[in-house]
């Protein structure tokens, strides 16, 4: 069963009798199941995942829980069907034989498969010294068991809260502090809030936000050592500036690390930026060349995106893990000419202080901004990011039934500035400023895209080989 | 009774706050919270909500546990089989 072609039959064998292994059982993992089994596909299915849970969802740990409006292990995934398969959770993928095309498992087990799907994800950045790091009280916050220790420190009524890092998951954190009426401090190595995402005049408006909810907000500054108490409590943090915050709860929201490390050695086209796959989601191995039994979908993807230049995106996003896992599993059964390209346009939402922060598009790709409908001021607005005369992405605060037409007019490559005469009046004008994006070199807490290669037009990549 | 919304698409309509508002609520002028482990007593409205939904963003399981507990199961008409999704 190696050849994907239909003339000899074997795709359609491959439904009636193959194997198929997905490694990475959350978001992602669990709908390509669904898909797969949709499709027709009658073989064995054997999903593996680290956790000891069966799929839950993510986004809810940095808003409902904890708020204490939902516990953190109710948050499984809803089934769209049964997908029946062989489950082996709470143990990790070690290694990859892809020439046996096989799977290693932590507790000494194998798996062989026909078909292979990669939904590893990412995990959370961790502090850097891990001594700190292990201080009691210090957080991340990416699982169902960060979500459910975090939402108990909250519970106990810490004096002060510090949120290390002010992308969309530290600011959400720090909202639901503000409203359990708990003290926080939120340390950022930019100049503002979600700046790495949205650029700096968005982020001027999201510094407002923090401020005018009550967060102690320092930008510009680095937190350079965590202090604990002699009974291995975190007690304070130590700031570049040379002030000092006491806080007995700290949470390090620096951002992602896609979970790849189990592939090294394998010689699948995988490392710290993800694992490259084609725009129909097969991976690629070190030598570049496209491999036809291994797909990838979800976090841990790397795909070239013919409408933003064809550069590789990576996405922290949760409707493209959905998205992906369907294109992959569709592929996975198809054949060649019947494969499908994954060419979702980009979209997020986060909710904070209130205010419902939605986008499509990559923003970070932008140098312009235009505020094309509401204001800054009223914090409720919508916004066009321009790329060389393109519109390449657009943000609403509170305006997401705009958000539609906006990904039509990136789906069109619509000009920018737009030339649609806006029904709103516009207090900052019509001309567009500069989106004000961090040099892309400077690390801040980590944005939720990640532009990486250049088109294959440009011929600027230079190939390092990984080992 | 797990749910999940695909806040993508919300568009913010607030119909599912209305008909099932211990499982759904807005949160500010826009943003959607809900509760995605609902209680099987709230399984009629929930299925109303997801039925109401204008851009059908809710996604309901049913799971056996709400079967079982499950009092009229004629009660409820046209929203959605009761094993699958409501997608
Ligand atoms: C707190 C929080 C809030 C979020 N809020 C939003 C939001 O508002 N909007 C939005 O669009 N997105 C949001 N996201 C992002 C969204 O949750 C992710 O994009 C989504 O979960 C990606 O799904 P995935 O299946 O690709 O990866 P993941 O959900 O990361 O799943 C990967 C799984 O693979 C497992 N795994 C890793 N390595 C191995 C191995 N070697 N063997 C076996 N298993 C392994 C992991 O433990 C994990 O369970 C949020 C994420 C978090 C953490
Ligand atoms: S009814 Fe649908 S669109 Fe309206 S708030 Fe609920 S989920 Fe969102």
């Known amino acids: 069963m190696t050849s994907t072609g239909t003339h000899d039959g074997s795709l359609e064998r491959l439904k009636r009798e193959g194997r198929i292994v997905v490694v990475g059982a959350s978001l992602a993992g669990l709908r390509a199941a669904e898909t797969m089994r949709e499709k027709g596909f009658a073989g064995s299915l054997t999903m593996i995942g ?23 292990d109710h948050t499984a995934l809803p089934r769209r069907r049964a997908i029946d398969a062989d489950w082996r959770l709470g143990v990790p993928a070690t290694g990859l034989d892809m020439a046996a095309r096989r799977v290693e498992l932590g507790n000494g087990d194998a798996v062989e498969y026909d078909r292979l799907l990669i939904a590893t994800g990412v995990r959370a950045r ?120 006491e806080a007995d709860v700290v949470v390090v929201s620096l951002g992602a690390q896609r979970n790849t490390e189990w592939l090294s050695g394998s010689g699948l086209g995988a490392g710290p930026r993800g694992i490259a796959c084609d725009a129909g989601c097969r991976a690629f191995d070190v030598r570049g060349i496209v491999t036809d039994d291994i797909y990838v979908a979800g976090d841990v993807a790397r795909s070239p995106h013919a409408l933003f230049g064809y550069q590789f995106l990576s996405l922290e996003h949760w409707g493209n893990a959905v998205a992906q896992a369907d294109t992959a599993a569709h592929n996975m059964l198809s054949a060649s000419a019947d494969r499908r390209p994954h060419l979702w346009v980009p979209a997020f939402w986060s909710s904070q202080f209130g205010v419902n922060i939605k986008s499509v598009g990559v923003p970070p790709m932008g140098t312009e901004i235009l505020i094309t409908q509401g204001s800054l001021a009223e ?41 649609f005469s806006t029904v709103d009046r516009r207090p900052e004008g019509t001309k567009p400023m500069p989106a004000d994006f961090p040099d892309p070199s400077v690390p801040t807490h980590g944005p939720t895209i990640t532009l990486s290669g250049y088109s294959p037009a440009d011929r600027k990549m230079t190939f390092t080989p990984g080992r | 009774m797990r749910l999940v919304v695909d806040l993508n698409r919300c568009q913010g309509y607030a119909q599912c706050a209305f008909l099932a508002p211990d499982v759904f609520a807005m949160h500010g002028d826009e943003s959607l919270l809900y509760n995605p482990e609902a209680d099987p007593a709230q399984r009629e409205d929930v299925m109303r909500a997801v039925a109401a939904c204008p851009v059908q963003a809710i996604l309901l399981e049913i799971t056996d546990e709400d079967m079982a507990n499950m009092v009229a199961p004629d009660a409820v008409a046209g929203a959605g089989s009761p094993s699958g999704g409501a997608r």
């Open chain 1, 379 to 419: 914090r409720r607005f919508a916004a066009a990011y321009g790329y060389q005369g393109r519109l390449i992405a657009a943000v609403t605060f509170d305006n997401c039934r705009w958000l539609p037409f906006y990904e039509q007019q990136i789906e069109a490559t619509a000009p920018f500035p737009p030339p």
């Open chain 1, 50 to 72: 680290d956790e000891p849970y069966e799929p839950y969802d993510r986004p809810p740990l940095s808003k409902q829980v904890l708020l204490g409006n939902a516990v953190a």
């Open chain 1, 126 to 245: 961790p502090w850097p010294n891990a001594e700190e790091g292990a201080l009691k009280g210090v957080f991340v916050l990416r699982t169902r068991d960060d979500g459910e220790g975090l939402q108990r420190a909250l519970a106990a009524g810490p004096r002060r809260v510090l949120v290390i890092g002010a992308g969309f998951t530290g600011s959400e954190i720090a909202s639901a502090c503000r409203e359990r009426g708990l003290d926080v401090t939120v340390a950022e190595r930019g100049d503002a809030p979600l700046v790495g995402a949205l650029g700096g005049v968005i982020g001027a408006v999201a510094a407002e936000m923090h401020r005018e909810n009550g967060v102690d907000l320092r930008t510009g500054v680095m937190v350079t050592s965590l202090e604990g108490d002699p009974s291995g409590r975190v007690r304070a943090a130590h700031f570049s500036d040379g002030s000092t915050v």
